[in-house]
Nanobody
Framework: QVQLVESGGGLVQAGGSLRLSCAAS????????MRWYRQAPGKQRELVASITSDGSTNYADSVKGRFTISRDNAKNTVFLQMNSLKPEDTAVYYC??????????WGQGTQVTVSS
């Protein structure tokens, strides 16, 4: 079993920055894909960014050039650096992890609110 705990959300003005963290604990040895999703009120959950165990990354078009995903494998932590934030980035951000056995784990979510 894997537990994911997000932190770093909050309220920021448009144009500002936030850094989200997701710490994994438990059976973390075989985690390969780690991702950030977000869900705004009344909308479906969407993939924001992903990173594999070898560091390959992928981003949603809406955040390319503004967000950066990274991971510290030694600390079992994934980060999401969010710059040039826009009001439309307001959402609950969820951490996701998948292991080699295709088990999927989710964090509890952290609120990000961007004011105009």
């Amino acid at each position: 079993q894997v537990q994911l705990v997000e932190s770093g959300g909050g309220l920021v003005q448009a144009g500002g920055s936030l850094r989200l963290s997701c710490a994994a604990s438990g059976s973390v040895v075989s985690l390969n894909s780690m991702r950030w999703y977000r869900q705004a009120p009344g909308k479906q959950r969407e993939l924001v960014a992903s990173i594999t165990s070898d560091g390959s990354t992928n981003y949603a078009d809406s955040v390319k050039g503004r967000f950066t995903i990274s991971r510290d494998n030694a600390k079992n932590t994934v980060f999401l650096q969010m710059n040039s934030l826009k009001p439309e980035d307001t959402a609950v951000y969820y951490c996701y992890a998948r292991n080699d056995y295709m088990n999927v784990y989710w964090g509890q979510g952290t609120q990000v609110t961007v004011s105009s």
